[in-house]
C-alpha cells in the first residue's frame, strides 16, 4: 500500500495525467521541429525528459554503496541554448582511491534533415576528466553537431561508496523541464529522512517492494555485513556469488511542466531555492546490530564533529607554535592587542590552499611547519593559539553561500571553518585564510545566514555571521560653472566596510592611472583631471580618493533657463528588480548606505527658479530609507542625498514595495535644478 508524503504546496505545477514515453534513443520528428517552448517562448533551451534512478547493491569488501542511473533529453532551440549541449557532472572521492564511479554512457545529437531524424553519437575521445578540487573531479562532454532545433541526449550509471553523503537530485533548472522522474529504492536496513529546497509542491509517494541484493562471497551476506557506507578503497565491483531476497522501500516522485528558475540581482545562491530533493540517511537497523540513529539534532551532530580526531583532537596540539607564542605575547599588553596580534601572525604565515572542510587536511602541525592548510586547518590553529593565550576562543562551522544553508540538520551542513574571540562578553569572528582580512570581517562567501559555534565541552549554539555595522560611501562633489556654462568639479570620497574591501580588492594591484582609467570607462561623459587615491593596499584603513573633472554638456540651456541635474555622475539610474513578483528574499549580504552632498555655486547673472521638493521614503519595518533635500544657502545650493538599506535581508513580501522604493529613488535623482536669468 502506497502513502502519500505531501512536502510543500506553495507554486502551481502540474503532475502528468498522461503518459509518454521517453525510451532512450526514440526521439520523435515532432521534438525536433518544435521551434520554442509552448509556455516559456523565451526559454534558449528546454529539457524533454529527465529521469533518476536510484538503488543499492552491496559486497562484502566494500559494504552498500548507491547506483544511480540517469537520462536526459534536452531540446537547443536557439544559438543561446548551444552551451545546454557542454555537459558536465560530478564524482567525489574522500582519499583519492575511495571514489565515485561511472560507466555506461552513451549520448547522441539529433536532428532534422531531408526529413529524416539523423543522430551523431559522442565519441570516446570527447570525454574527458578535469579536477575541479582535491576532492572533486568532473566528467565532461561536448555533444556534437550542434545546431538550432537539436536535440541531445545521454545516460550513464553513477555509483558511489557514500551513501551518507548522496548528491541532491535536481528538480528544477534555469530553462524549463517537461517532465521529471525520480525512483528511489532502498533496502529495509535504511531509514531516510527527506529534505527540499525549493517551492515546488512535491507528491512523494513511497511504497514497499522486495529486490534481490547480490554479493560477491560465499559466506552468508547477514553473518559478514559490515558497516554500512564504508569507504574502502578502490572501486566497488560486484562479483555475483549469492543472493538474498530483502525488502525495500520505494519514493516515486513524478513532475511535469517545471518552470524555469528566474535569477535576479541580490540573491544569495540561486541553487538555495532551486528545487531539490536530498536523500538522508536517519537510521540503519542491520542484522545482528539492531538500531542505530544517525542523524538526529544539530548539537549531536556538532559533538560527532568536534570528536573527530581531524577537529577536536587538533585543538588539543599546542607544542608547534609554542615559542612563536611567547613572542606575540611579549608585545601584547589587553587582550585586544592578543587576538589582533594572534590573528595577524597566522594569517601571515598561513597560505590557504582553497581547500574548504571542516577537517584538517594535512593537520595542524604538518600546515604549521609547511605554511599551508584548508580552512580547517589554519582557522583551528588560530583557535589553538587564542585558547593557549587565555582567550576564549572556539571554532565556528559555516557552510559557504555557494555551498547553501543548511536547512535541517546534517553532518554534510558545513563546508567551511572560522574562529571566534570572546572579549568582555563581545564576540569577535576571524578567518585567517584571507590575506586581505581583519578583525571581525568575513568574506562575501562566508556571510551565509547562520554559523555553529562549538565550544570546548562539544556543545553548539547558532550565531549570527552577518555583519551589523552599515558599510558606507560618503561624498562630497562641489560645483561650480565657468563663462560657457560649463561645470568644474571637484569630489572627495571615503568608502569603509565591505564596499571598502570591495573597492581594495578590485584596485589593489592597479597603479593610479589605471585606477582613473577605469573610472573614466564607468563615467565615458566626465574627464578627470588632478587625482588622489589613498588606501587601497591598507587593510585597516578605509578608501579615501578624490578628484577633480569637467562634464561634457552638463546643463540644457533653453532660453533664459538652465536645467542641472545636480547628482550627475553620481546618480545610479537602473533600478535592479525587473521581475513582476519575487519568491527569494533580497539578500544585500550587509547594511549599506550611501551619503550624497552636491555643493553648487549658482552661475553668475542667474537665480534660482525651482528647487527639487524634500522628500523621504521609509521601507517598512526600518529596513531601509533615502533622503533628499534642496535648499540654497547664500550664493550656493546644497542638495543632499542618502539612500539607506539598514538590514541584510529584505523578506519577498516586501519586494514590491522595494522596487517602488528605487523607483521613487530613481525619479527623485533625475529631477534639475532650474536656473534663470537675473
Known sequence: MKQTLLLIALTLITFPTLAQDYDFGDVSKEELLETEHPDHPDASASILYREYKTRFSYSEEYGFFAITEVQERIKIYNKEG?????????????????????????????????????????????????????????????????????????????????????????????????????????????????????????????????????????????????????????????????????QTDIYDLELSNVPPLKDEAYTNNVNNYKNSLKFEVSFRNLPGKGLETVTTTWDNITETIYRSSRFGNELDKKGYFKSDLERILNTSNTEEEIVFNIYEFVKKKMNWNDYVGIYTDEGVVKAYRTNTGNSADINLMLTAMLREAGITSNPVLVSTRDHGIPVSPTINGFNFVISSATINQELYLLDATNKNGSVNFLEEHLLNWNGRQITEDGRSRWINLNPTSHSENNT????????????????????????????????????????????????????????????????????????????????????????????????????????????????????????????????????????????????PEELGEFLYKAKQVGNNVQVSYQFVINSNLVPSKYYNELKTFYNLAIEKQEEKIVFVKS
Open 476 to 619: 562630497i562633489m562641489s560645483l561650480k560653472f565657468d563663462e560657457a556654462m560649463q561645470i568644474e568639479g571637484s569630489l572627495n570620497s571615503k568608502i569603509t566596510g565591505h564596499s571598502a574591501y570591495n573597492f581594495k580588492k578590485r584596485f589593489s594591484r592597479k597603479s593610479e592611472d589605471e585606477l582613473v582609467a577605469t573610472f573614466e570607462s564607468d563615467y565615458p561623459n566626465v574627464k578627470f583631471g588632478e587625482y588622489s587615491f589613498k588606501n587601497h593596499n591598507k587593510t585597516y584603513e578605509p578608501i579615501l580618493y578624490s578628484y577633480k573633472f569637467n562634464v561634457e554638456k552638463p546643463v540644457d540651456v533653453i532660453e533664459d533657463k538652465c536645467y542641472l541635474t545636480p547628482m550627475l555622475h553620481l546618480a545610479d539610474l537602473q533600478n535592479p528588480f525587473v521581475l513582476e513578483n519575487r519568491t527569494f528574499p533580497i539578500d544585500y549580504q550587509y547594511p549599506r548606505k550611501t551619503n550624497y552632498i552636491v555643493n553648487i555655486a549658482i552661475p553668475d547673472g542667474y537665480n534660482v527658479s525651482t528647487l527639487p521638493e524634500s522628500t523621504k521614503v521609509l521601507l
Open 82 to 246: 548551444y552551451k545546454y549541449a557542454d555537459v558536465a557532472f560530478k564524482l567525489h572521492t574522500s582519499d583519492g582511491r575511495t571514489k565515485d564511479t561511472y560507466n555506461g554512457l552513451k549520448a547522441y545529437t539529433y536532428n532534422l534533415e531531408g526529413g529524416k531524424v539523423k543522430k551523431e553519437k559522442l565519441k570516446n575521445n570527447g570525454i574527458f576528466e578535469e579536477e575541479a578540487s582535491k576532492y572533486t573531479t568532473l566528467v565532461k562532454f561536448a555533444m556534437p553537431n550542434i545546431n538550432d532545433g537539436s536535440i541531445i541526449e545521454y545516460k550513464y550509471e553513477l555509483q558511489t561508496p557514500y551513501i551518507y553523503n548522496l548528491d541532491e537530485y535536481s528538480l528544477q533548472e534555469f530553462i524549463p523541464i517537461k517532465k521529471s522522474v525520480l525512483k528511489f529504492t532502498s533496502p529495509e536496513y535504511f531509514g531516510w529522512n527527506l529534505h527540499q529546497r525549493g517551492t515546488l509542491p512535491l507528491n512523494v509517494e513511497q511504497g514497499r517492494g522486495r529486490d534481490k541484493i547480490t554479493y560477491d562471497h560465499s559466506e552468508a551476506l547477514l553473518d559478514k555485513m559490515k558497516d554500512v557506507g564504508s569507504q574502502r578503497h578502490g572501486k566497488p565491483t560486484i562479483n555475483t556469488r549469492n543472493t538474498i531476497d530483502v
